[in-house]
């Protein structure tokens, strides 16, 4: 089955232990992004990917990291967590992404992260 | 730059009645216009699109029309049913930053 697939689904954590949110497609997908949804903001762009090793700041990169070593993976790394980095991330994926509407964007089912 | 305006939620409605969620945008160019619904638990889901103006987006009996003239993109639905609750994003490509720009989301409930 075609799917995103984010771990863990819930993770609650303390202010500075670093954690990784990992996110997998299977899909062969050049495009891969991360998003936070926050009530009343709807969805920000973290970071993006284009393609294995190519990776750009979204709209709400300040304390976020990420890589693509390999083209199915994503992951979503906070180094020093804090609690306005509380949230529900999203990890999304397409063949490629192209402003007049190409692919359509395929999501996983969240994490939602709380940070105390 | 580019935003996405939402009707606030929740819209609660009855079985079969009529749906209309608002949908504005701000944009330079022409960008492409989508709605996304989330159902509870999940992630987003395409539910239709409009690549250029007066274009009609449609799919499980939603529609909506791309309309330049007022930069709008309103959600359509002429009966709808109690398994239409979730929470529908308005949202616009936006090649230059290679993301889409979502609106702040509208809670649909329908009751039986």
């Known amino acids: 089955e075609a799917q995103v697939t984010q771990n863990p689904r819930y993770l609650i954590t303390v202010t500075g232990k670093k954690l990784t949110v990992t996110c997998s497609q299977n899909m062969n997908h050049e495009y891969m992004s991360w998003y936070r949804q926050d009530p009343g903001l709807g969805l920000r762009q973290i970071y993006y990917s284009m393609n294995v090793e190519v990776t750009d700041k979204g709209d709400v990169p300040e304390g976020y990291k990420v890589s693509r070593k390999e083209k199915r993976n994503f992951p979503l790394i906070l180094e020093s967590p804090s609690p306005n980095q509380t949230s529900l991330y999203f990890c999304?994926?397409?063949?490629?992404?192209?402003?007049?509407?190409?692919?359509?964007?395929?999501f996983g089912n969240g994490t939602r992260l709380t940070v105390t | 730059g580019n935003s996405v305006t939402q009707m606030e939620g929740p819209v609660t409605l009855s079985e079969e009645a009529f749906l209309t969620i608002n949908c504005t945008y701000t944009a330079t160019g022409y960008p492409s216009l989508f709605w996304y619904v989330q159902y509870p638990g999940e992630g987003l889901q395409l539910l239709l699109k409009?690549?250029?103006?007066?274009d009609k987006g449609s799919n499980k009996g939603f529609e909506a029309t791309y309309r330049k003239e007022t930069t709008s993109f309103h959600l359509e639905k002429g009966s709808v049913q109690v398994s239409d609750s979730a929470v529908y994003f308005c949202a616009l490509s936006d090649a230059g930053r290679r993301a889409l720009t979502f609106g702040s989301g509208t809670r649909l409930q329908v009751q039986p």
């Open positions: 999304a994926s397409s063949l490629a992404f192209s402003g007049t509407g190409g692919p359509p964007l395929h």
């Open positions: 409009a690549t250029k103006a007066d």
